[in-house]
């Protein structure tokens, strides 16, 4: 994700789905066949180093699920607390396809 009101959009109109330390908000976005991507790791959760090192985990994780086709198109924003940098990698996978189901819907009835 490139542009600002996009990310401000996906941030104020967004669905969101959380679970364990990482949050997604999504939003459809028309006209869009890929799903657009944005991470904010706010300055509360660590220092410098420790936020590098969640998004370094995060972008991954995103990148499978982009190519097992669970990612729909639109914009997502991925945010995660401090313990994402310590956390068991499977642990991460599994909190993250959760948050992103919750967001898209995919667990509602």
Do not use: W
Not at 28 to 50: F, H, Q
Not at 78 to 102: E, I, T
């Amino acid at each position: 994700m490139r542009d600002r009101a996009t990310l401000l959009r996906v941030r104020e109109a967004g669905r969101r789905g959380r679970s364990g330390p990482v949050t997604v908000r999504y939003l459809p976005v028309a006209g869009e066949d890929r799903c657009l991507v944005a991470y904010a790791i706010g300055k509360r959760t660590g220092t410098a180093v420790v936020r590098n090192r969640i998004r370094r985990r995060l972008r991954p994780l995103v990148d499978e699920l982009a190519l097992t086709g669970t990612l729909p198109s639109g914009a997502l924003l991925v945010s995660a607390a401090a313990p994402v940098a310590a956390a068991p990698f499977d642990d991460v996978r599994r909190h993250l396809g959760q948050a992103v189901a919750r967001a898209v819907g995919a667990d509602r009835p």
